[in-house]
């Protein structure tokens, strides 16, 4: 080990004998720096590999449960629709009585034709509030 002061002493020839060591040392340590980069590279290379692989194989199992669903929802569907077209074809064969509108506590009325019809649950709004400031008419 030099340091700074103990070149002085040294003649030429050592100089450059000592600056080919540090230059052999320096590659050297590039080697074995590109080696464990090379290395470390390879070893990404084989897990992104295996992460592909994982991703190839978990995507084809969700288009997999994506059929799966499809299809059950299809025979649900389907199902569901015979249901109903066995339901309705049977109503569609049965006549339908009429049905008088009642007032509960109050005798049979007819409606008139000409009347708006409303539904049975009365939801209009009313006004609640009324603001005497000019902004709102009441």
Known sequence: HYMGEDLDSLS??????????LDTA???I?????????ESISE???KEKAIQEQNAMLAK???E?????????QSQWGQHQQQLGLN???SFLLPQPPHPCLNIGGTYQEEATDQVR???????????????????AA
């Open 12 to 21: 030429l020839k050592e100089l450059q004998n000592l600056e080919q060591q």
């Open 26 to 28: 320096i590659k050297h």
């Open 30 to 38: 590039r080697s074995k720096k590109n080696q464990l980069i090379s």
């Open 44 to 46: 990404l290379q084989r």
């Open 61 to 63: 199992q969700i288009k």
């Open 65 to 73: 449960r994506e059929k799966t669903v499809a299809q059950a929802q």
């Open 88 to 90: 309705t074809s049977t």
């Open 118 to 136: 409303r539904n049975e649950l009365d939801l209009t709004l009313e006004p609640i509030y009324t603001c005497h400031l000019g902004y709102f």
